[in-house]
């Protein structure tokens, strides 16, 4: 998977650039707030549909603009696509694979992958809950199409749920709704669980070997799934996880009408990571949780080439300059096999470590 070339119009800070990339490598320099992640924001919404850094897809139209365009010529299983997406203000986005209208977001991940690597992930062990869901679902999302369709869904009811439980005080005839919501939330709640544990089980794979080899062969990395507790085996049949799903629901139901809170299901799923036996959120130092995220990171990109028989496309964006030169070395003896971006502020000795082209990114500006 590659993205040969790239088109961007009232993107963010890109009055309009069109840029060809090297099938490798491509570093790309420049100071602060002159559109490097901007550039890696446009790849990865080009593979998902989705921007790692707002929800609202108004904030990527570039200031005083109504429009904005995203176009892409990519290469991945032997054929070239072009992927293009037009955002407007006040209007739905419209998305396009070769031309033919996508309806959603899978239309495009079947097309290639990205694994994006910011700074903010090096604190993925110690963060909360939440930031190790986003991190499943993010791959997941683009690994699965159906799995992103079940999480959209799981999703609304979820809303849904939250809005009868919140309102329910002052117009209790609301609550006739919330078995209808509930039964959702248990049916999708389930395919949820059923893909989450199978990339967990994969990652713990593929991370224990990297953390074992980045600490020099002192430290065993493990990585569990939680789930809700009435869930006894996350590996079973989907009419079992739903049944397990709905009784633990039941179990809640009073608890949630008293405090007007959605407390059962799987948007509370957490992922255990070990050291040496050990909670590493709680017990291991700065830099054992910086070379576990490492290790899930990298493990991320060997699951995507397990699935699809090619790496996808890796984004390290400013995450190098974070690291000691031992954990930069092992990350960069990593990455080969596929199409890799890498920014940094300076032209330093990335560009000749790693060969590939270069490209130098000043107020909007790409220059080779």
């Given at each position: 998977?590659?993205?040969?070339?790239?088109?961007?119009?009232?993107?963010?800070?890109?009055?309009?650039?069109?840029?060809?990339?090297?099938?490798?490598?491509?570093?790309?320099?420049?100071?602060?707030?002159?559109?490097?992640?901007?550039?890696?924001?446009?790849?990865?919404?080009?593979?998902?549909?989705?921007?790692?850094?707002?929800?609202?897809d108004r904030e990527l139209i570039g200031f005083s603009k109504d429009e904005a365009r995203l176009t892409g010529r990519i290469t991945a299983r032997g054929r070239e696509f072009r992927i293009q997406a037009d955002f407007m203000r006040g209007r739905r986005r419209k998305l396009w694979v070769n031309q033919v209208?996508?309806?959603?977001?899978?239309?495009?991940?079947?097309?290639?992958?990205?694994?994006?690597?910011?700074?903010?992930?090096?604190?993925?062990?110690?963060?909360?809950?939440?930031?190790?869901?986003?991190?499943?679902?993010?791959?997941?999302?683009?690994?699965?199409?159906?799995?992103?369709?079940?999480?959209?869904?799981?999703?609304?009811?979820?809303?849904?749920?939250?809005?009868?439980?919140?309102?329910?005080?002052?117009?209790?005839?609301?609550?006739?709704?919330?078995?209808?919501?509930?039964?959702?939330?248990?049916?999708?709640?389930?395919?949820?669980?059923?893909?989450?544990?199978?990339?967990?089980?994969?990652?713990?794979?593929?991370?224990?070997?990297?953390?074992?080899?980045?600490?020099?062969?002192?430290?065993?990395?493990?990585?569990?799934?939680?789930?809700?507790?009435?869930?006894?085996?996350?590996?079973?049949?989907?009419?079992?996880?739903?049944?397990?799903?709905?009784?633990?629901?039941?179990?809640?139901?009073?608890?949630?009408?008293?405090?007007?809170?959605?407390?059962?299901?799987?948007?509370?799923?957490?992922?255990?990571?070990?050291?040496?036996?050990?909670?590493?959120?709680?017990?291991?130092?700065?830099?054992?949780?910086?070379?576990?995220?490492?290790?899930?990171?990298?493990?991320?990109?060997?699951?995507?080439?397990?699935?699809?028989?090619?790496?996808?496309?890796?984004?390290?964006?400013?995450?190098?300059?974070?690291?000691?030169?031992?954990?930069?070395?092992?990350?960069?003896?990593?990455?080969?096999?596929?199409?890799?971006?890498?920014?940094?502020?300076?032209?330093?000795?990335?560009?000749?470590?790693?060969?590939?082209?270069?490209?130098?990114?000043?107020?909007?500006?790409?220059?080779?």
């Amino acid at each position: 998977m590659q993205v040969d070339r790239l088109e961007l119009e009232g993107f963010r800070n890109y009055e309009r650039q069109t840029v060809a990339f090297d099938s490798k490598c491509n570093v790309i320099w420049g100071e602060n707030a002159q559109g490097k992640t901007n550039l890696l924001e446009a790849i990865v919404y080009l593979s998902c549909g989705r921007s790692p850094r707002t929800r609202a897809d108004r904030e990527l139209i570039g200031f005083s603009k109504d429009e904005a365009r995203l176009t892409g010529r990519i290469t991945a299983r032997g054929r070239e696509f072009r992927i293009q997406a037009d955002f407007m203000r006040g209007r739905r986005r419209k998305l396009w694979v070769n031309q033919v209208p996508a309806k959603t977001n899978a239309a495009l991940s079947e097309v290639y992958n990205t694994v994006l690597f910011r700074p903010e992930d090096l604190f993925l062990i110690r963060e909360g809950a939440s930031v190790r869901r986003r991190f499943m679902d993010n791959a997941l999302c683009q690994l699965r199409p159906r799995y992103a369709a079940a999480l959209s869904a799981y999703n609304r009811a979820q809303e849904q749920k939250i809005r009868i439980l919140r309102d329910s005080q002052e117009h209790s005839s609301l609550m006739d709704a919330l078995p209808e919501f509930n039964a959702q939330m248990v049916f999708y709640g389930a395919v949820l669980i059923h893909y989450r544990h199978q990339f967990i089980r994969r990652l713990n794979e593929y991370a224990a070997v990297h953390h074992w080899e980045c600490s020099g062969g002192r430290e065993r990395l493990t990585i569990q799934y939680r789930t809700v507790s009435s869930i006894r085996n996350p590996a079973a049949e989907l009419s079992v996880l739903r049944e397990e799903l709905r009784q633990h629901m039941d179990a809640h139901q009073t608890a949630e009408q008293a405090g007007r809170l959605c407390l059962s299901g799987p948007h509370k799923d957490d992922l255990l990571v070990e050291i040496d036996g050990r909670e590493a959120k709680t017990y291991s130092s700065q830099g054992q949780t910086r070379t576990a995220a490492l290790a899930l990171k990298l493990a991320e990109r060997e699951i995507y080439k397990n699935v699809s028989g090619e790496y996808p496309v890796l984004l390290l964006d400013d995450v190098l300059s974070e690291l000691d030169p031992r954990r930069q070395d092992f990350v960069l003896n990593r990455i080969a096999g596929g199409q890799v971006f890498i920014t940094c502020c300076e032209e330093d000795r990335l560009t000749n470590l790693l060969g590939g082209q270069v490209f130098h990114v000043k107020h909007g500006n790409i220059v080779c």
